[in-house]
């Protein structure tokens, strides 16, 4: 309890140094002793209403948002608005902020700070937003940084309470605090089976941000500079959040570009949120200015593949938009630090979770080049494509070796291939050497299984290009990967993808196998370096006479 008291009296000596340094209106001063602050605990009830189903959003019609609020959850009445001891939640918003809010900076700690112990000296000061907030938090670090499961008590009772508040707060909220609380949970469904609830919860995000005048750089005017910088990461991460739904669903964004005229984060901030610092060097690198950047590019590949404009645009208008986008990724990747670009210096460098925060920006990066160039497993041109290495028209498999690929029945490899499979190689080897939560699971999988379809098409048609042994030990590792994975994912597509990947995959060391055979070449044998899987695999297919 004596260091649970030392550190709050730090905390009150920060907030008393720094709070009169706050808009009133907006931050509120805290006037309040440790003496006030139940540590034991703020309520022993915990009893919140149950979470009904989620939202049925199929084909993302915006509509949802306005009706969104009979199929939400009834907001949770004063009496409901229990947390645990402050001894037990102080340690985990602490971990929050020293690691998740320092690279996405969603709260203002000092402002959260003053509210969390607001909330536990007395219980005439609290409010459903704050309860929101705190249990927002809470279930950010337990989800994302913890990387529990949904069933997990901890965290399921965070975000049921959160969630039970959450019409009313779509509907009533006009603070930045109920702005911030939605946008958590954006961040919380779009790493789950409810992403369509994130992709419907941003619509009201982003709307509640222009209400506010988030886009508007004439709303900063008499606002000090910490005001500043922090309405404008807010806005940053709304329009963030935003690119990723829409690029998700295939739906239309809600903040165009026309509509704000915000400068992008600094590129040097006093407070050093957003930034990624590596502990082996001096590496610093602008997380949150990246990602801004990044979601401008993605709004772009948006509008070509998925507005209602690009059904009228010729093929030269497609090729020359494919190629700005091209020079907007090489100008954007050519800006992180090379230490920063592959598997090896991401590991030697940075804080697992600094290290997940870059596999999310890689994944998003690789997700968008293979779009714009349509080699991404859920559309039908590319995956019906795919689909013919499996015929025996192109590929005769024997019990002796296999046959040489027909390209007859073949349309040409996509535009801009090689680049694809070398940004594909990169998010493989990120993910498939992770530490792999449920949350990561769902954001990255969309993205993973394409790739793993890629590298391994570039195989049959490449059988004896210079990465064949790199390739054939990341691909076992990621099938041993995705196929522990399938139990926390829906058997469709998924599973069949997974399927696909598996035959495919078999062509593919027959390929290699018959090349090397062909060329008879024994030191290209021993450079191959077969996994034990492998070897086995092709001699379970070769009868031997």
């Known amino acids: 309890m004596t260091a649970l008291e030392e550190r709050l009296a730090n905390i009150e000596a920060l907030l008393t140094a720094l709070g009169r340094t706050v808009a009133p209106q907006t931050q509120p001063e805290l006037d309040i002793s440790l003496s006030d602050i139940d540590v034991s605990g703020s309520s022993n009830s915990w009893d919140i209403s149950p979470i009904q189903t989620p939202l049925d959003v199929a084909h993302c019609q915006h509509t949802a948002i306005s009706n969104a609020g009979p199929q939400l959850t009834k907001a949770a009445s004063s009496d409901q608005l229990g947390l645990a001891p402050l001894s037990d939640v102080l340690p985990i918003v602490d971990n929050y902020f020293r690691n998740y809010n320092s690279i996405i900076p969603l709260f203002e700690e000092n402002a959260f700070m003053r509210m969390l112990l607001d909330w536990y000296s007395s219980s005439t000061k609290r409010s459903t937003v704050a309860w929101a907030a705190i249990n927002v938090v809470l279930a950010l670090n337990y989800r994302v940084l913890e990387g529990k499961t949904m069933d997990d008590p901890a965290f399921s009772q965070s975000i049921r309470n959160a969630r039970s508040v959450m019409s009313e707060l779509m509907i009533q909220s006009h603070d930045l605090i109920g702005l911030q609380v939605l946008l958590g949970m954006v961040i919380l469904f779009q790493g789950s089976s409810e992403v369509q609830l994130a992709i419907v919860l941003i619509g009201s995000v982003i709307r509640l941000a222009q209400s506010l005048r988030l886009n508007s750089k004439k709303a900063l005017e008499g606002l000090s500079a910490s005001e500043q910088a922090h309405r404008t990461r807010l806005f940053w991460l709304t329009y963030i959040y935003d690119r990723e739904m829409a690029q998700r669903s295939q739906c239309p964004y809600y903040q165009p570009d026309c509509e704000t005229d915000m400068e992008l984060p600094e590129a040097d901030p006093e407070e050093d949120l957003g930034i990624i610092t590596t502990s082996t060097d001096t590496i610093r690198f602008n997380y949150l200015r990246s990602c801004a950047k990044f979601a401008f590019i993605q709004g772009k590949a948006h509008d070509l593949l998925y507005s209602q404009k690009s059904h009228t645009f010729t093929s030269e208008r497609k090729v020359t938009s494919i190629v700005l986008i091209e020079e907007l990724l090489k ?21 697992p979770f600094a290290r997940d925060m870059m596999t999310n920006l890689w994944s998003r990066h690789i997700e968008t080049r293979i779009k714009i160039h349509s080699i991404f497993t859920f559309e039908d041109t590319w995956i019906n494509r795919v689909r013919r290495y499996l015929s025996p028209t192109v590929i005769d498999i024997s019990d002796d070796v296999d046959g040489e690929v027909k390209r007859e029945d073949l349309t040409p490899l996509p535009a801009g291939w090689d680049e694809c499979v070398g940004n594909a190689r990169v998010c493989l080897e990120l993910i498939s050497t992770a530490k792999l939560t449920e949350y990561i699971l769902w954001l990255h999988t969309c993205t993973a299984l394409p790739c793993l379809i890629l590298i391994i098409v570039n195989m049959i048609e490449f059988p004896d290009h210079d990465l064949v042994a790199r390739d054939r030990k990341l691909l076992d590792s ?30 593919a060391k027959g390929q290699v196998y018959r090349t090397m055979l062909t060329k008879g070449d024994m030191s290209y044998d021993c450079d191959f370096q077969m ?15």
Do not use: N
């Open 531 to 545: 996994s034990p899987s492998t070897a086995w695999a092709l001699l379970d297919d070769i009868e031997f006479q």
């Open 478 to 507: 990621c099938f041993g990967v995705f196929d522990g994975a399938m139990q926390y994912l829906p058997k469709e597509p998924f599973e069949t993808i997974l399927s696909i990947s598996h035959q495919l995959d078999r062509r």
């Open 331 to 351: 100008e954007w990747v050519d800006e992180i630090p090379p230490g920063l670009r592959s598997t090896e210096g991401m590991d030697k460098r940075l804080s």
